[in-house]
């Protein structure tokens, strides 16, 4: 069973920068995964913000983040990190980590493909 924990919101002030980490554990076998992010504000549905493959490589961005947030992952750590700079109160939400198996096929973004998930962490752009 794949365990996720998000650290590293908080409130801070429009274009600043925060750093989240997702630390993950019970990763077995060889398969492979992705990691991703999402966030979700209020009476919204999650959307994707960024996802990378466990093992690294390859990255995936939301069109409103790109060359502002950076995905990377510390496999020696088993820590997925997302650097967000330059944020914005629209970056406003809750920010959950996510893990699935890249045999589901779907694109990275759907967030109903996720089986495991983290429990979120706050991150509050004010202006």
């Known amino acids: 069973q794949v365990q996720l924990l998000e650290s590293g919101g908080g409130a801070v002030q429009a274009g600043a920068s925060l750093r989240l980490c997702c630390a993950a554990?019970?990763?077995?076998?060889?398969?492979?995964?992705?990691l991703a992010w999402f966030l979700q504000s209020l009476g919204q549905e999650r959307e994707g913000v960024a996802a990378?493959?466990?093992?690294?490589?390859?990255?995936y961005y939301a069109d409103s983040v790109k060359c502002r947030f950076t995905i990377s992952q510390d496999n020696a750590k088993n820590t997925m990190r997302l650097q967000m700079n330059s944020l914005k109160p629209e970056d406003s939400a809750m920010y959950y980590c996510?893990?699935?198996?890249?045999?589901?096929?779907?694109?990275?973004?759907?967030?109903?493909?996720?089986?495991?998930w983290g429990q979120g962490t706050q991150v509050t752009v004010s202006s």
């Open positions: 554990s019970g990763y077995t076998g060889s398969r492979r995964y992705y």
């Open positions: 996510a893990a699935r198996p890249t045999a589901y096929g779907a694109n990275w973004y759907v967030h109903l493909s996720y089986p495991y």
């Open positions: 990378s493959y466990i093992s690294g490589g390859s990255t």
